[in-house]
Every structure is written in structure tokens, then in C-alpha cells.
């Protein structure tokens, strides 16, 4: 039998680095640094819903925590002159403390624009999931989705999926459409994966989507090669 694996996770340590890097010296810190990472990250969930947030990075050192958000709308993270930007990190700070008292590194939240959202999973499956709640067929917003990530030059195949009371019908279904090749059991295949729930008055809609950007060979004298970002703010 086989064994459904995340594409994530299928390919830490080969061309995928881990979202959350520190390094705990004993059981109560990284019991208290595994608790601050799922609230970082389900407030940021919540709070930044609609802001096309892609992905939270967590990294540690002695002295300093360090938060990026990968977004595909920076402006409204960032606010008028930096205002939400400044709110939302004092926020973080709150939470932080809330969380782990005895920790008393700095806290530092740096935002990273996506310069290409068809290209990145959370950004599509978030496009979905807005379609959808805007009470438009499911059918268009698939196709229309799709054809919109296959005309991005870096993308070489995209899966979607979506499933529930698809229309508002009495029964659970599930629906997919795909365009191009997703080779889920190479390696090297830079493939994004995001999982999305679009909220609807007659139930939760699942989403998933899967996008492959070609693959990856690493070089011999560095580190692989992964997707373009640039830094907004530090």
C-alpha cells in the first residue's frame, strides 16, 4: 500500500530547506520554541488572510528571532509609511512574550515579495479560494486559474483540486483539473504544494493545488538552486 507523502517534506534536505531553523541546547527550550513557532504561524494565518502571505520563515540565533513573511501584496502588509508593518511586529512581540516569557531575543520581521504569484501554491490555491467565496461557478474559477498559472513561463505543470459541497449540492464531491506534468516522485522536481479552505455558507471548500517549476539541479560547488524572491523590507 502506498503512502501519501507532502511534496514539502518529500524533499527536505535536497532541494527544500526547513521553514523553521534554530537550535535548542535542551527539552524546555525547544518545547517553548516549537509553541511560539504554531502561534507565529496561526496568527499570521489569520491576521494576514488576504494578503496573498505565501509563506512564514522562522529563524533563530542567541540574540535575535527573525520572521519573514513571503507575500504577493507587500503594500498592504507594509501600510502607509510602515504603519502595519510596525503594528504587526509589536503584535508579534506581544505574542511572543505571551508564549515564552523567558525569551529574550529580539524580535525582527522582514517582508519578501513573490514577484511572480501564479508561480507559488498558497498564492493560487488563496486566488481559489477567493473565487470561490465570491459565489463564482467552481468550474471557471478552476479553468480560469489554471490557464493563468500555465502561461507563466517557470511553470511546467499544475494540478488543482477542490472538494465539498461543490454548487451548494446535498452531496460532497470533489473536482480536478490538470495541465502539463506534476512528476510527484522525482527528487530534483521543484514542486510547490498549498492546501486552502474557502469558507461558504453551505460549508468549507477544500483546495489543493500542486505546481511544477522544472528541476532543480544542485551545483556542485553550492548550495541548490531555489525560486527568486526579493526583499522589501528589513
Request: net charge positive; hydrophobic share 35%.
Amino acid at each position: 500500500m502506498t503512502h501519501t507523502v507532502h511534496p514539502y517534506a518529500h524533499r527536505l534536505g535536497i532541494i527544500r530547506d526547513w521553514k523553521s531553523r534554530w537550535f535548542a541546547a535542551d527539552k524546555k527550550s525547544f518545547r517553548e520554541n516549537l509553541k511560539t513557532d504554531e502561534a507565529v504561524r496561526a496568527f499570521l494565518k489569520k491576521r494576514l488572510r488576504g494578503t496573498h502571505t505565501s509563506n512564514v520563515e522562522i529563524e533563530r540565533t542567541n540574540t535575535e528571532l527573525r520572521i519573514t513573511v513571503s507575500t504577493a501584496r507587500p503594500g498592504l502588509v507594509i501600510g502607509r509609511s510602515g504603519e502595519n508593518a510596525t503594528k504587526l511586529r509589536t503584535e508579534l512581540g506581544k505574542l511572543v512574550k505571551r508564549v515564552a516569557p523567558n525569551d529574550r531575543r529580539s524580535l525582527k520581521l522582514d517582508i519578501v515579495e513573490v514577484r511572480q504569484p501564479e508561480t507559488d501554491a498558497a498564492v493560487v490555491a488563496y486566488m481559489v479560494a477567493e473565487g470561490l467565496e465570491k459565489r463564482m461557478p467552481f468550474r471557471r474559477v478552476l479553468k480560469q486559474t489554471v490557464e493563468k498559472v500555465i502561461a507563466a513561463r517557470e511553470v511546467e505543470g499544475v494540478r488543482v483540486t477542490i472538494s465539498g459541497r461543490l454548487g451548494g449540492a446535498e452531496m460532497s464531491r470533489k473536482e480536478e483539473i490538470k495541465k502539463g506534468r506534476i512528476p510527484l516522485q522525482t527528487f530534483r522536481a521543484d514542486i510547490d504544494f498549498a492546501h486552502e479552505e474557502a469558507y461558504l455558507p453551505y460549508g468549507v471548500i477544500g483546495i489543493k493545488v500542486w505546481i511544477y517549476r522544472g528541476n532543480i539541479y544542485q551545483d556542485k560547488r553550492g548550495p541548490a538552486r531555489l525560486p527568486d524572491q526579493a526583499p522589501v523590507r528589513g
